[in-house]
Antibody
Framework: EVQLLESGGGLVQPGGSLRLSCAGSGFTSSSYAMTWVRQAPGKGLEWVSA????????YYTDSVKGRFTISRDNSKNTLYLQMNSLRAEDTAVYYCAKGLGGRNYYGMDVWGQGTTVTVS | QSALTQPASVSGSPGQSITISCTGTSSDVGTYNYVSWYQQHPGKAPKLMIY???NRPSGVPDRFSGSKSGNTASLTISGLQAEDETDYYC???????????FGGGTKLTVL
């Protein structure tokens, strides 16, 4: 069974940093792009960032460019999101999700349970 | 304001069919067949229901179907069941610097 488990969320002050992790199991990590999607309290889904299966290509939404860095360690089947210069508007539940293919990050077929980031 | 436009709510009776629309632009829905639909129950992670406009992942009932016409994609749920009552989101690849856009979500009520 394919599973994803996020960790690393918490309470941080504005301007601070956090690193989220997403441990995957049940699939070959390097064969799939991975994505981070967030959901602010009471709001809809917002795509944040993605990385190709090889890790060689990364993608970011405009509001996090220059502040967030996505990376992966395929030997550990783990995805990361380094978040710096955090703002109140970054407060959300952050989900990691598995893409449908090595470069297909726009369809996400398996999701983690989410980790909560609060910037205050 | 979300990049893709969905109705805030739709409703239907058990056994009936409903359709949720998702309107974008020529930069996303209108040009690319990378529209997905997700179901999200309160406090839970989203679940992929449809990908690439009309494909169903294994395990998703065939009561769920997707289509697209021009800049608008649609999710149709036939034979409505009480368990279908929840939130639904569409998403699409976009040629803009945002890469992927979501709709604002639609709350489905089964009367």
């Amino acid at each position: 069974e394919v599973q994803l488990l996020e960790s690393g969320g918490g309470l941080v002050q504005p301007g601070g940093s956090l690193r989220l992790s997403c441990a995957g199991s049940g699939f070959t990590s390097s064969s799939y792009a991975m994505t981070w999607v967030r959901q602010a309290p009471g709001k809809g889904l917002e795509w944040v960032s993605a990385i190709s299966g090889s890790g060689g290509t990364t993608y970011y939404t405009d509001s996090v460019k220059g502040r967030f860095t996505i990376s992966r360690d395929n030997s550990k089947n783990t995805l990361y999101l380094q978040m710096n210069s955090l703002r109140a508007e970054d407060t959300a539940v952050y989900y990691c999700a598995k893409g449908l293919g090595g470069r297909n990050y726009y369809g996400m077929d398996v999701w983690g349970q989410g980790t909560t980031v609060t910037v205050s | 304001q979300s990049a893709l436009t969905q109705p805030a709510s739709v409703s239907g009776s058990p056994g009936q069919s409903i359709t949720i629309s998702c309107t974008g632009t020529s930069s996303d829905v209108g040009t690319y067949n990378y529209v997905s639909w997700y179901q999200q129950h309160p406090g839970k992670a989203p679940k992929l229901m449809i990908y690439e406009v009309s494909n169903r992942p294994s395990g998703v009932p065939d009561r769920f179907s997707g289509s697209k016409s021009g800049n608008t994609a649609s999710l149709t749920i036939s034979g409505l069941q009480a368990e279908d009552e929840t939130d639904y989101y569409c998403s699409s690849y976009t040629s803009s610097s945002t890469h992927v856009v979501f709709g604002g979500g639609t709350k489905l009520t089964v009367l």
